[in-house]
């Protein structure tokens, strides 16, 4: 390559970390803004090297522990499925998209994938999974309770044991937005749809344990919990106060929040679902570049510098989907071998947040969330 004056190439290598980056720019313009970037990148690393604990109420536990974590390879445990039935719901792109690929290796009889849209996602699904002859995808829309029932109902009526259950799908909004039944969006989409679906599903879980073969359900969590204030928690209808906009204090923590309202709902469920042999745990697939974040309220240079960190920091779909399969699929999550109920990060078992561990917020929430979905 020819040489000259102003050419200026970079090399920025991290100890710890899967990350290389080589960027050749020829003026002074490209020179200035590649400066920038790599100024911006060193001041976080230095920052979070030396302000670890701060970051500890950010991203646990601890920041430059989080990055070692995003930037490790996870194991992908299997386990043979064959006769087995499995739901993934949220399974067009992303997260739900690769476990499903993932599981399918391991020739369930039957996969079901709940997404939105299914008539028009059938065919790019179907190429995804490349081939597997026991695909079925089904409408299922979040936003709307009568959906979710009509998911269920159909499942039903096929008589097919349920071995497996996903509950992944998920939405992050930074504005209020009201579902179909007047719910707020990612609260209905993220929590209330999720535990109206494993509820109605129930029925075939216990039927599949009737016979002696545990079946497990798995949320798909976020270590986002961990920041949640979770103002609202003082109201004792808290549900209903997250659903009216004059009580609620910050939309913006929204997601995060619903997050928190998975582990409640896990740690709930699994106190019933002990008794009739059904595992339930929540896991953090950490963070994953995946198009969870196109709602983000950031201008143009505000994109830019999260698409930079997420190339940086955050993990593939499919990397972050063999948490979601190692709690599918691992013997270590059986009754047998520890508590119902538990949250993991990485295929580890952890503790979720302090305020995710108090029961009489985790009552009232049920309570209220049970109210909801029944009417």
């Known amino acids: 390559m020819a040489k000259r004056t102003n050419d200026i190439v970079l090399f920025v290598l991290v100890e710890k970390g899967p990350l290389s980056l080589c960027v050749s720019v020829v003026n002074p313009l490209e020179t200035r803004v590649v400066l920038f970037i790599s100024f911006c990148h060193f001041t ?9 604990r701060t970051f500890e109420n950010i991203i646990m536990p601890g920041f430059w522990n989080f990055l070692t974590r995003q930037w490790s390879t996870l194991p992908l445990y299997r386990r043979d499925l064959r006769g087995q039935t499995v739901i993934v719901t949220g399974a067009n792109v992303g997260l739900g998209l690769e476990t499903a690929k993932h599981l399918a290796t391991m020739q369930p009889e039957h996969i079901i994938l709940g997404v939105r849209d299914a008539d028009h996602r059938i065919e790019m699904i179907a190429g995804e ?19 979710v029932r009509a998911f269920a109902k159909r499942f039903e009526e096929t008589g097919w044991d349920l071995n497996i259950l996903v509950s992944n799908a998920g939405v992050a909004l930074y504005n209020w937005k009201h579902s179909y039944d007047g719910n707020e969006l990612s609260l209905q989409t993220n929590h209330l749809s999720n535990y109206l679906l494993i509820s109605l599903l129930r029925p075939s879980l216990k039927k599949t344990a009737a016979k002696g073969i545990e079946p497990r359900i798995v949320v798909v969590g976020s270590n986002l919990h961990y920041k949640c204030k979770f103002e609202e928690k003082r109201y004792d209808d808290v549900i ?12 913006r923590e929204r997601y995060p929040l619903t997050k928190l309202l998975n582990v409640y709902m896990t740690r709930h469920l699994a106190s019933t679902l002990t008794g009739e042999n059904i595992s339930i745990h929540c896991v953090s697939p950490g963070l994953c570049r995946t198009h969870l974040g196109r709602n983000q309220p950031f201008g143009f240079l505000g994109r830019i510098f999260s698409a930079f960190f997420m190339l940086l920091i955050g993990r593939s779909a499919e990397m972050g989907s063999r948490v979601v399969v190692f709690a599918a699929v691992h013997e270590d ?3 047998e071998n520890g ?9 580890d078992d952890s503790e979720p947040s302090p305020l995710a561990l108090n029961e009489e917020i985790q009552h009232r929430v049920m309570a209220d969330t049970q109210s909801i979905v029944e009417e």
């Open 339 to 347: 508590p119902n109920g538990r949250y993991w990060i990485d295929c």
């Open 333 to 335: 999550l059986k009754i």
């Open 129 to 147: 999974l490349q081939g597997y002859r026991g695909l079925s995808v089904w409408e299922l829309d979040l936003s709307k309770f009568e959906s």
């Open 44 to 52: 976080l690393l230095i920052f979070a090297s030396f302000c670890e």
């Open 240 to 251: 209903t106060a997250l659903n009216d906009i004059k009580r609620t204090t910050n939309i």
